[in-house]
């Protein structure tokens, strides 16, 4: 279902996005993100990995070092944003390794998100999508919505998809009667999410240049997330 009129989905006040990785948060809700801090609303943004996995193969860029990098990038990104001043939180959980829920790892993350909606107390959660095809983003979506749920808050959840329309199943996609679509035109803030992508210049560059089978986003999905509309799924009510 789609509905592209519905200005009371970005009418919140106090917005928690939800980024898998650095680098989410510009590519899925950059205009978003944007929109808000130019009309005075707070944004809280969770860094959930810490982003390390992208170059294994590089003998220069460690673990560590990557994952302190994109930390840097992330800030860098959400200043080009106009949300330089705004909280984010790095969980730091490991890239392409998240801990399975009801471990120990997972419960301890799961208290910090809790921590943070409860202080934080957003009226609308910006999310990655469930099915995404990337299985952080899948698994950050049941971090949160445990969070959400323990924390007892229900705020308006909107969900973002990254690599769904290159790599998903039909499976994956929202079903019939599961979901709203909601469009927000970000045209004014679409240069500035632009700036916020190449803020990530450990994916989008040759910044490192000793792993030629390492991470890099192409133009093309790059060029497919940065369009004149950013897109959300809205949970349909029971």
């Known amino acids: 279902m789609t ?6 989905a970005f009418a919140a006040e106090r917005v928690l ?29 969770i860094f959930v990995t810490d982003g390390g996995a992208s170059h294994p193969g590089s003998a220069t860029w460690s673990r560590e070092r990557l994952a302190a990098q994109r930390e840097v990038e992330a800030s860098n990104a959400l200043e080009r944003l106009g949300a330089g001043e705004h909280p984010r939180s790095f969980l730091r959980l490991r890239d392409a390794d998240m801990p399975t829920g009801g471990t120990a790892l997972w419960r301890e993350a799961k208290s910090k998100v809790v921590e943070i909606i409860k202080d934080f107390r957003p009226d609308l959660v ?12 899948r698994d950050s979506w049941g971090l949160v919505t445990a969070a959400l749920a323990t924390a007892a808050q229900q705020p308006l959840q909107l969900e973002y998809a990254i690599w769904l329309d290159e790599l998903g199943a039909a499976d994956d996609r929202p079903r019939a009667g599961e979901m709203v679509e909601r469009r927000l035109d970000i045209t004014p803030y679409q240069a500035a999410k632009r700036l916020a992508v190449a803020a990530h210049v450990s994916q989008t560059s040759e910044l490192i240049v000793d792993d030629p089978d390492g991470f890099r986003l192409t133009a093309a999905t790059i060029a497919r997330l940065t369009g004149p509309e950013e897109i959300y799924w809205q949970p349909c009510e029971r």
């Open 3 to 8: 509905d592209t009129g519905s200005p009371q």
């Open 17 to 45: 996005v939800v980024a898998p990785h650095p680098d989410d948060e510009s590519l899925g809700c950059g205009g978003a993100i944007a929109r808000f801090a130019a009309r005075g609303r707070q944004t809280h943004t």
């Open 126 to 137: 910006l999310l990655p999508w469930r099915r995404d095809p990337h299985r952080d983003h």
